[in-house]
């Protein structure tokens, strides 16, 4: 999701007391649990757009810290002005390239880690960049405790049947595969709608989802 840039959006980004400052972040390393004042569990999106679903989690789980990380501020910006509007205390934003991940949290820090809708990166020598590619999951190997799990969803099938085939050469299995989530009843009771999900699912394109645990 690009936004076209908005004036003024990076120094919003940076003085929003709902994003957490860009220099301050290696040092929270190891030291969310601080940030929150508790020892809830903490659940991050990574690409988390302009954080519909991630809000609405936030809302309906605040026994669960959440950390949405997007890369761009003019997308990010939607997300701080929602939490303006209506704060909560269990949310809290990072504006960064996930690349990096490993620098931001600990091991074992993260419970879960929810991938939604991600870049696709078509190009194969971008394959490397695709958020449920072997090397993105080796990061979230080091990130998400014992017992953890992922979770991905896309309306995307070429991405998504790739994503399955990044499993064998990760530390990854998985626990549910579904090619059309919202044919499902039974996964659909606990199911939060993301921007692109309600986007696509209206249009009637069928919905992938696999969650994934440690082999
Ligand atoms: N998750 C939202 C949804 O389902 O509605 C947004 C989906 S949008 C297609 C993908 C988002 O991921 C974009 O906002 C993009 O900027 C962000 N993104 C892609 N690669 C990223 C990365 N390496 N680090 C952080 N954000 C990233």
Redesign the pocket.
Same mark, same amino acid.
């Given at each position: 999701? /690009?936004l076209k840039n908005v004036p003024g959006c990076r120094e919003r980004i940076a003085e929003s007391e709902f994003v957490v400052p860009e220099d301050k972040l290696k040092e929270c390393k190891g030291h969310w649990r601080e940030v929150f004042d508790n020892d809830n569990e903490i659940h991050i999106? !990574?690409?988390?757009? $302009?954080g519909?679903?991630i809000y609405e989690m936030a809302e309906k789980n605040p026994g669960i810290n959440y950390i949405g !990380?997007? $890369?761009?501020s003019a997308?990010l910006l939607r997300a701080v002005q929602k939490m303006e509007e209506e704060p909560r205390d269990n949310l809290i934003f990072i504006r960064? +390239?996930?690349?990096s991940i490993t620098e931001v949290f600990d091991e074992g820090e993260v419970g879960r880690v929810y991938l939604?809708?991600? +870049?696709p990166w078509p190009k194969d020598r971008h394959a490397k /960049?695709r958020?449920p590619s072997r090397e993105y999951l080796a990061r979230y190997d080091k990130i998400i405790k014992d017992g953890g799990r992922i979770e991905f $969803?896309t309306d995307n099938r070429v991405l998504f049947d790739w994503a399955l085939e990044e499993l064998p050469e990760s530390a990854w299995k998985a626990d549910l595969v579904t090619f059309d989530l919202h044919s499902q009843e039974e996964l659909m009771t606990d199911n939060v709608m993301?921007?692109?999900?309600a986007k696509f699912s209206g249009q009637g394109k069928p919905i992938c989802k696999y969650i994934l645990s440690r082999k």
């Open positions: 999701m /690009r999106e !990574i690409g988390m757009g $302009k519909r679903f !990380i997007e $890369k761009y997308v960064m +390239d996930a690349e939604n809708f991600s +870049d /960049r958020l $969803k993301t921007e692109y999900e």
